[in-house]
Structure formats: C-alpha cells, structure tokens
C-alpha cells in the first residue's frame, strides 16, 4: 500500500469547515483511498473512501486531486464531537478483503 | 445498527499471566481482524480470518500470541504469558469480505490491556 503523510495536529473552531490533508505521492492505478477517525478510547470509525472522482456522504466530503496525488478530506461544519484523530489510508485493490495500514493520523482538535 | 462486540472493556494482568479478549463480530461479515494499538501510534493488524481460516498471521507474535476462530463467527485472541510491552488497545474489526477490496471495516470498542 501506498505510504501517507498528513499533519499531526490541526485546529478548527466549531461551525467553520475542517479540511484535513493527506498527501499520497506513490498512489497507483488501482488504489483507493480512505477515511477513518477514531474518537478517543474507541475504535476506529469509517468516513469515506474514492479512487478518483470527489465523493460527499452525510459526514464529510472527500476531494482527490486530478493527479490523484493528494487528497483533502472535508467536514463542512465541524462540531466538538468531530474531535479525534483523522487516519488517511491508501489501500490497494488485491480482490479480496485486506487489512488497513494505518500511520499516525492528524490529530483534530474542534474549539468552542 | 449492527455493532462488533468486544469483552472485556479494560483488563488488568501481571506479567506471565494468561490473559484472552473475545470479539463477536457483525452477523453475517466473513472477514475478522484483531489490531493492536500502541499508545500514540495508529492500529497495526495482528491476524486476519476469512470464516474460520487464517489469512494473514504474519505480524502475530506465535510464541505468546494465539488466536482461533472456530466456527468462523466469533473469536478470541489469547496472550501467554503477558509481558509488559503488550500493554496496548486490542482491535476487533470485521467485514462482509470477499469483495475489490473496498469493503468498509467496522471496529468493535477495543479491550485496553494494561500489564503490571
């Protein structure tokens, strides 16, 4: 799987949009990429994935770059439950289901 | 909504002692993954199972780590004897499985094991 690289920490105040970067440089053909955050003392939870196109669901919107090098994950209206840590995940297509590999994350902090 | 159960919550051991966590994963869902999770650092798998078969022990530490899934429903992961650096979250994840690997893991709560 292609290695990720995101900002360790980020601040947003609360009701103003939260764009998270990951930047994917090494990401092939047939790679997608995903979305986790895990809220602390649980377990990760999914947000979204795309493989080229942007993608939007009821929590966030996900914007590739054409090159598909880069990628900005966006909550349009952040709240303090959005507090966590954000995992960009680029995850090949091998046909079967397959583990994630995670990094460090971005640690978001939503601020009154 | 269907949820990965995970038990215990939070366990306590002393080193050298038989500790075993127990995951029951969405109904139906093929695929189950046991992570670890270091304090700081992101989830890192530990075995995968595809109904009752192994798929991916690799990174499973054989000599004190073991993990069985009998009739391919729920599991459990066993460490003996405890040491001090197993101290970390333990994962539960499951999957329907089986499809273009784009199929979303769901996580159970995690069982925080603290090693004294």
């Known amino acids: 799987d292609a290695k990720t690289t995101q900002p360790p920490s980020m601040d947003c105040a609360e009701g103003r949009a939260a764009n998270l970067p990951c930047n994917h440089s090494?990401?092939?053909?047939?790679?997608?990429v995903y979305w986790y955050r895990q809220i602390h003392s649980q377990g990760p939870q999914y947000i979204i994935h795309g493989l080229k196109n942007n993608e939007t669901n009821e929590m966030a919107s996900l914007i590739i770059t054409e090159d598909r090098k880069s990628s900005t994950l966006i909550l349009p209206h952040a709240t303090l439950r959005d507090t966590a840590v954000y995992y960009c995940i680029v995850r090949v297509n091998t046909g079967t289901a397959s583990k994630l590999t995670f990094g460090t994350g971005t640690r978001l902090q939503v601020t009154l | 909504e269907a949820e990965v159960a995970q038990s215990p919550r939070y366990k306590i051991t002393e080193k050298s002692q038989a500790v075993a966590f127990w995951c029951d994963p969405i109904?139906?869902?093929?695929?189950l993954y046991w992570y670890r999770q270091i304090l700081g650092q992101g989830p890192e798998l530990l075995v995968q199972f595809q109904d009752e078969s192994v798929v991916d022990d690799s990174q499973l530490p054989k000599d004190r780590f073991s993990a069985e899934r009998l009739k391919g429903v729920d599991s459990t992961l066993k460490i003996q004897p405890a040491e001090l650096g197993d101290s970390a979250m333990y994962l539960c994840?499951?999957?329907?499985?089986?499809?273009?690997?784009?199929?979303?893991?769901?996580f159970g709560p995690g069982t925080r094991l603290t090693v004294l």
């Open positions: 109904s139906g869902h093929a695929t």
């Open positions: 994840a499951s999957t329907p499985g089986g499809s273009w690997g784009t199929d979303t893991q769901y």
């Open positions: 090494t990401i092939s053909g047939n790679e997608y």
